[in-house]
């Protein structure tokens, strides 16, 4: 499967961003999906997943009540809606997949797309 984020961009503290993954290649629902994200200087953390159906979601305590991840699998496509922003939320944001089940640790993902830049200022 083929992934490939969007929907990154500067914004301030308080403002709220969708991020989408575009999957395409491979049956979308096959795949328990992830956001991962990475700031400078840091090493890639978990964000959020959910399951193949989308019945289960799994979030970082940092990010628990102001993201929600969600899937149409009809479109093919994941989501990120980030709201009330904050500075520290500023990385690098990316999708992943994980064949067959979900999980919160990347090492369990088989694909990852290309990341795309959230940027948050106070």
Do not use: H
């Not at 969600?70 to 997949?97: F, G, I, W």
Request: net charge positive; with cysteine; glycine share 10%.
């Amino acid at each position: 499967v083929q992934l490939q984020a969007s929907g990154g961009g500067l914004v301030q503290a308080g403002d709220s961003l969708r991020l989408s993954c575009a999957a395409s290649g491979r049956t979308f629902s096959s795949y328990g999906m992830g956001w991962f994200r990475q700031a400078p200087e840091k090493e890639r953390e978990f964000v959020a997943a959910i399951s193949r159906t989308g019945r289960s979601t799994y979030y970082a305590d940092s990010v628990k009540g102001r993201f929600t991840i969600s899937r149409d699998n009809a479109k093919n496509t994941l989501y990120l809606q980030m709201n009330s922003l904050k500075p520290e939320d500023t990385a690098v944001y990316s999708c992943a997949a994980r064949r067959w089940a979900d999980g919160t640790s990347q090492g369990e993902y088989d694909y990852w797309g290309q990341g795309t830049q959230v940027t948050v200022s106070s």
